[in-house]
């Protein structure tokens, strides 16, 4: 009976090709906008994470002051080198102390200027940050301890300064200070908030403390943890030790933060999966359109089928079975949308994708949950024209024109 | 066409179709339209019955009623005994599958469908297998007479020759009663005679029990049984 009503369905929407079409086009393109967006949204996410992988997840960012969003802080002293070398000596669990001091400032080569951030710090803060050099050498061990006049650039920086030439050997300006850049950072490319990762000069702390900033602070101190450690209990350490050196009452909240890269991960993870659903729920209204498309199709189809109904029932149909009729063949149109939905969505995630250079991840759990959910429709919606062709009553239906 | 008996009485004994105090009534109160107004009738096993009367006496809504297609007001229609009065919608779908098959003035096939698969949608509900359907579907057009034209969609087949597929798919599950509704009353005259009798010869040749409606004297005159109905109830019956 099924087979039977399955051949009959589609003969049906053959018969009415182009309306069955036009019904359907609800659900096609709902399928393929709820799966473009979730194939797409799973790339960003994917981008994301990797990045953040990139930059290590162990990393741990110790500022001064309460939390208080991005780029604030408030008047909690700032860190000192010799809070860095204590770090060092009595937290076996840290790979690399990177204390690092930032401010912005006009680089100027020649005739070019560029306008960037100029960070002190050490070599400690390569391994922190995952940064390798493109070219030339990180800073010497005399160079850190005299505060030298030297420094190394980002891809971005020497792009607006120097062209395509080498900048290993040339001199720049910084404010008063005329520097000789020893080494040029590979190139990272845009961060996962939009920031140019690339635009930015490095130079050894003490030579920022002494020659520019005119101070002892250490605005950040960047820390890896070593693979294998406990990042709860260093991070624990990191902060008995801190409160310790700050002289902080038992009683008393920390006047720094140390802020957790895996935290920062699956925040921004979850923002995109946040963004990600969201946009798949607006899609799935289209779907939901397509549904009542079909119901209104079905509700003509019927009324244009009676006499056929009224002979059915006539000879001995029962009830339930022109249900399942009509029923079958609500399915079988949105099933068939479903698919044609599909096809569309992987024909246009990939375009998307490469447009705008996220990685295309296939997840069939998704293209499967579309597919059902479309045959779901179809059996929601095609429900209340099957059962009024049910339950019609066959001496009226035979006289219907 | 022998002498029959006097009222809707049979010659023999053994009603197949037994109808007591039927009575049909449409709407309520002052508007309440008595279709049927208390009749009896039997009809045997075997019988070729024809059902004559002006309209609005009555004799649609009966035949309704012993197609299972409508239940009466008040009475009792058996069937084998069975009171059809007691089975649900479904009950009367599978007795209507079984053991009627149907004529209609207006031949009733589906349209876009070739003639053998229209034959073949009775014994589709009633579940047989793909080849035995095949092969009783084309035994049945055989016996009509259009072999030939199996693979024909009504479209492309005159009335006579619709008729006689619908003819072809009353017969297909071998029912017990086939009950037509003015089947020659969209056909001429030479049609008309074909088709009665074709419906003798079922009658004679299988058993098949006749019940038909007609306004015309001279195909009534096919049967051996007049039923007349006037005004909601069976007036008298003439047999030739």
Not at chain 1, 103 to 114: D, E, L, S
Not at chain 1, 174 to 191: D, F, T, Y
Not at chain 2, 14 to 29: D, F, N, P
Not at chain 2, 190 to 206: F, H, P, V, Y
């Amino acid at each position: 009976m099924l087979g039977n009503s399955l051949l009959l369905a589609l003969r049906e929407i053959r018969r009415n090709a182009l309306r069955s079409f036009l019904t359907i086009l609800g659900i096609v393109i709902g399928v393929a906008a709820v799966i473009v967006m979730v194939t797409l949204g799973q790339g960003a996410t994917a981008q994301v994470r990797s990045q953040i992988q990139a930059l290590g997840t162990n990393l741990l960012i110790v500022r001064p002051g309460q939390r208080m969003g991005p780029g604030m802080s408030s008047d909690a002293p700032r860190f000192s080198l010799a809070d860095a070398a204590a770090l060092r000596r009595e937290v076996p669990a840290l790979a690399a102390v990177a204390p690092a001091a930032s401010a912005a400032m006009t680089a100027v080569a020649g005739n070019q200027n560029w306008s960037t951030s100029v960070t002190g710090t050490d070599n400690a803060y390569l391994a922190a940050r995952s940064w390798t050099l493109a070219a030339g050498r990180p800073f010497t061990d005399s160079e850190l301890r005299a505060g030298r006049a030297v420094c190394i650039i980002g891809a971005s920086v020497r792009r607006e300064l120097f062209g395509a030439l080498d900048p290993v050997g040339q001199r720049l300006r910084l404010k008063k200070l005329s520097c000789e850049i020893v080494g040029l950072l590979e190139a990272k490319g845009q961060s996962s908030m939009g920031m140019d990762q690339d635009d930015l000069v490095l130079m050894p702390i003490r030579t920022l403390q002494r020659r520019i900033a005119g101070d002892q602070d250490v605005d950040v101190i960047y820390l890896s943890v070593r693979p294998g450690r406990s990042m709860d209990r260093t991070i624990a350490d990191v902060e008995r030790l801190l409160r310790e050196r700050r002289h902080i009452g038992v009683l008393d909240d920390d006047d720094f933060t140390v802020r957790d890269m895996r935290e920062i991960a699956s925040m921004l993870a979850g923002t995109t999966t946040v963004l990600t659903s969201l946009l798949g729920a607006v899609a799935s209204v289209s779907l939901l359109v397509g549904g009542i498309g079909i119901m209104n199709i079905m509700l003509v189809s019927v009324t244009e089928r009676t006499r056929e109904i009224g002979i059915r029932l006539a000879i001995g149909a029962r009830e339930r079975e022109v249900l399942m009729q009509f029923l079958v063949e609500a399915v079988v149109l949105s099933s068939f949308g479903g698919l044609l939905g599909i096809l569309l969505a992987l024909g246009a995630a990939l375009l998307l994708a490469g447009a705008l250079k996220v990685p295309f991840i296939l997840d069939g759990g998704i293209i499967a949950l579309a597919f059902l959910f479309s045959a779901a429709v179809g059996i929601l919606f095609g429900w209340v024209p099957a059962r009024r062709a049910a339950r019609l009553d066959p001496i009226e239906a035979l006289r219907h024109e | 066409m022998d002498a029959g008996a006097a009222s809707g009485q049979p010659p023999g004994s053994g009603a197949l179709i037994e109808l007591r105090g039927v009575t049909k009534v449409y709407g309520r109160g002052s508007a309440a339209m008595h279709a049927l107004r208390g009749i009896d009738l039997d009809i045997a096993a075997g019988e070729m019955v024809a059902v004559m009367g002006p309209s609005g006496s009555g004799k649609s809504t009966a035949m309704n009623i012993l197609g299972c297609l409508d239940a009466p007001t008040s009475g009792t229609y058996r069937f084998r005994g069975l009171d059809v009065g007691g089975l649900s919608r479904d009950q009367r779908a599978l007795l209507r599958r079984h053991a009627l098959g149907f004529v209609f003035q207006g031949f009733n096939l589906l349209a876009r469908t070739t003639a053998l698969e229209n034959v073949e949608l009775p014994l589709i509900y009633q579940r047989v297998s793909g080849p035995d359907r095949r092969r009783r579907a084309v035994e049945a057009l055989a016996a009509v007479g259009l072999t030939a034209w199996a693979r024909h969609t009504p479209a492309e087949l005159s009335g006579g020759q619709q008729q006689r597929v619908a003819i072809a798919r009353a017969l297909v599950t071998d029912p017990a009663v086939i009950l037509a509704d003015e089947p020659t009353g969209n056909l001429d005259t030479a049609r008309s005679r074909e088709i009665m009798d074709l419906l003798c010869a079922m009658n004679r040749e299988r058993g098949i029990t006749v019940v038909m409606i007609t306004h015309e004297p001279d195909m009534a005159a096919y049967a051996r049984r007049v039923v007349h109905f006037l005004d909601g109830l069976v007036a008298g019956a003439a047999g030739e």
